[in-house]
């Protein structure tokens, strides 16, 4: 079965430095693109980074310069490094393979990881 298991979230102050991990299982990993999206209160859910599966990456243009994915096949884990954190960045950040479209399992979404950037 498809599972997704986020780490890493906490508390930071602004201008600190997180790094989340999310390990992925039930699908051939190496194969699909991930991402990493996040969901703010009141807000709807949406793509922070994506990484393809030769390594190239995207960003959303609110944390580009600031944010980089990367991942490890050999241990199905994509990771998001974040420095530079603004309140702004507060969220819930999930982890999925990415179709391209989107989520490829958007009926598999882990519980998340919560990341609360605060003085």
């Known amino acids: 079965q498809v599972q997704f298991v986020e780490s890493g979230g906490g508390l930071e102050q602004p201008g600190g430095s997180l790094r989340l991990s999310c390990a992925a299982s039930?699908?051939?990993?190496?194969?699909?693109?991930m991402a990493w999206y996040r969901q703010a209160p009141g807000k709807q859910r949406e793509l922070v980074a994506l990484?393809?599966?030769?390594?190239?990456?995207r960003y959303a243009d609110s944390v580009k310069g600031r944010f980089t994915i990367s991942r490890d096949n050999a241990k199905k884990t994509v990771y998001l490094q974040m420095t530079s954190l603004k309140p702004e960045d507060t969220a819930v950040y999930y982890c999925?393979?990415?179709?391209?479209?989107?989520?490829?399992?958007?009926?598999?979404w882990g519980q998340g990881t919560q990341v609360t950037v605060s003085s």
């Open positions: 039930g699908f051939i990993f190496s194969a699909f693109p």
């Open positions: 990484i393809t599966s030769s390594g190239n990456t």
């Open positions: 999925n393979a990415y179709s391209g479209n989107g989520p490829v399992y958007p009926a598999y």
